[in-house]
């Protein structure tokens, strides 16, 4: 029974160097797992200030936003922008057209007929038609200048605004995205839908109600960018 008692301690070596090496293995695995987990924090830790700056940034730029919105509606009330559009501005042109139309139609008439033969008299009554309707042509041509003038002076008056809103708009485009959360893209797109909709509103109805949706929207952007900021953006 020699050979039992010289197996014994060599098996108990073997299976003693096969647990090491099984301990080895699985501290190996630990310690690869924990670096793992390390360099993903760490990761993590990195991308979330990048997010994290986007979100201030955004947050900034809203806030800073709203009171540009806020003076360009008190402007539009001020300057009577609102008023001047509720009067249909284009209506006088379109009549001053037609009348402009009318008076070139009787102006072509009276020259074909200057051409028949006439009395003194109705040539003098003709030519007198004549010169009244270029007179009230030109009338209606400055009525239709003048129009457009206004017209014009009242669109300059918003391009301060919509140069601001413009900026605004790419500003908003560049940290929505770089927040890395789809909640924050879809609250920042609702806020510019509704600040776009409120500016490309000329008269004055449901003014009030797209200038409180505007308000509304930023709220809930806002409310969404700090539960971002205190819960980190990765869950999206």
């Known amino acids: 029974m020699d ?11 073997i299976t003693g160097a096969v647990l090491t090496m099984l301990g080895q293995s699985l501290a190996d695995r630990r310690a690869l797992r924990r670096e793992h987990e390390a360099r993903k924090e760490q990761f993590h830790a990195k991308n979330f200030e990048i997010h994290r700056d986007a ?31 509720d009067s249909q501005p284009a209506k006088p042109i379109n009549t001053a057209f037609l009348k402009l139309q009318h008076f070139s139609d009787d102006i072509r008439t009276a020259i074909t007929e200057l051409r028949d033969e006439l009395t003194q008299e109705e040539t003098k009554t003709l030519f007198k038609r004549f010169v009244l309707n270029a007179r009230a042509s030109r009338r209606q ?22 140069t601001v809103r413009e900026e605004f708009s790419q500003q908003l485009h560049v940290h929505m995205y770089r927040t890395g959360s789809d909640r924050i893209v879809e609250a920042a797109k609702d806020h510019l839908s509704a600040i776009t909709e409120w500016e490309d509103r000329l008269v004055s109805e449901d003014r009030d109600g797209l200038y409180y949706r505007i308000a509304e929207t930023r709220h809930d952007l806002l409310v969404t960018i700090g539960g971002v900021l205190r819960e980190g953006p990765f869950g999206k």
């Open 55 to 85: 979100l201030l940034k955004l947050q900034e730029a809203v806030v800073e936003f709203s009171s540009r919105i806020k003076q360009e509606n008190v402007r539009r009330e001020g300057d009577g922008d609102y008023e001047f559009w």
């Open 141 to 162: 041509a400055k009525t239709i200048g003048s129009q457009f003038r206004t017209m014009g002076d009242v669109f300059a008056r918003k391009l301060p605004f919509a």
């Open 3 to 13: 050979w039992v008692t010289t197996l014994v301690p060599v098996g108990s070596l």
